[in-house]
Each structure stands twice: as structure tokens, then as C-alpha cells.
């Protein structure tokens, strides 16, 4: 099991940025899958991002495609999520999350984001 606690979020004005940290322990992190979930209000939990275990590849959802930056330090064990050119639409909780296999297995509490115009 991987304990993940994110930090960051806050309130943002639209067209600004944020960076997302995820601090991990437990399972060996460099051997973990990790992602970047969001869920808005009233809306199901969706992916926006994810790195494989050397960070040598990235996923992203085509809402955030050339705006935000997915990245990793395996020496520190964190995950960080920057987000560049904030939308009002970005506005969530997002939520860090490490993978076994093909399933997503271990979730932080999240942290707030609100892009406001």
C-alpha cells in the first residue's frame, strides 16, 4: 500500500498557475504507475494525467493536452502536477493516485483547486 498526502491547491485566477505536489511512502515509489485525478462538483472522478515508473513516458486528457505537466522525483517520492493557462472548467479537487498493474490502487485525500475569473 502507498500513503499519498497532495499539496498545493488554492485559488487561482483563470489564465494563471498552480503546482500540485504528491508526497508518497510506503510501497516502493519508483516502482509505482502514478496518476492525476480531478472530480468537480457534481461530476464523476475523471483522469487528467499519469507517468510510468521512470517518468520517461506521460498520459494526458486532451482537456489539459499542452497546458499542464506531469512529473516525478523518485528520489524524493513525490509527484507533481503543473498547471499552466488555468480554466474556469479546471476548477476541482484533484487527487494523486499510484497504480498496481492496471488498476488504480491507492488514493490521497485531494486538494482543492479553484480557477475563478
Known amino acids: 500500500q502507498v500513503q499519498l498526502v497532495e499539496s498545493g491547491g488554492g485559488l487561482v485566477q483563470a489564465g494563471g498557475s498552480l503546482r500540485l505536489s504528491c508526497a508518497a511512502s510506503?510501497?516502493?515509489?519508483?516502482?509505482?504507475?502514478m496518476g492525476w485525478f480531478r472530480q468537480a462538483p457534481g461530476k464523476e472522478r475523471a483522469f487528467v494525467a499519469s507517468?510510468?515508473?521512470?517518468?520517461?513516458?506521460?498520459y494526458y486528457a486532451d482537456s489539459v493536452k499542452g497546458r499542464f505537466t506531469i512529473s516525478r522525483d523518485n528520489a524524493k517520492n513525490t509527484v507533481s502536477l503543473q498547471m499552466n493557462g488555468l480554466k474556469l472548467e479546471d476548477t476541482a479537487t484533484y487527487y494523486c493516485?499510484?497504480?498496481?498493474?492496471?488498476?488504480?490502487?491507492?488514493w490521497g485525500q485531494g486538494t482543492p483547486v479553484t480557477v475563478s475569473s
Open positions: 493516485a499510484s497504480r498496481v498493474g492496471s488498476k488504480w490502487t491507492d
Open positions: 507517468i510510468s515508473t521512470s517518468g520517461g513516458s506521460t
Open positions: 510506503g510501497r516502493a515509489f519508483s516502482n509505482s504507475f
